[in-house]
């Protein structure tokens, strides 16, 4: 775990450019409108603790993934992990199925992902989709 310390670390993302490019893609979205409000609600408070809670979810991950990524302790963290999001939008399999592919397909995702643990882009990617299709399986 390279950059995983209590806090996601972060400072290789320039945030306001990601806002910018959130806001291009989603911006009429009514999940990007929920962010928004939720956002300015948490306050900056409020956005380290979720951040702080992050980095927990993702520390438990990233010492699971001998695990592999459909284990019973894994899911439950992934299950954390999904409903974190409703932090800033009321998500959905099909949304958490684009994010994970985001882990992988995004060059900024995989690679903030793999400093914190080799392989945890994909690993990752791979724990979302099962989660995702096991949800939609079992309703």
Known sequence: MNDLNGDLNLDNLDMDKLAAEAKDKWGDTEAFKQSEERVKKL???GMLKMAHESAKIM???VSRMNEGPK???VQKLIGRH???LRNFYEPNLEMYRGLANMYVNDERFRSTHDKIAPGLAKFMHDAMI???DSKSRNG
């Open 71 to 73: 284990s019973e302790e």
């Open 43 to 45: 306050g900056k408070f």
């Open 82 to 84: 999904y409903e974190s």
């Open 130 to 132: 099962y989660y995702a």
């Open 59 to 61: 520390q438990g991950i």
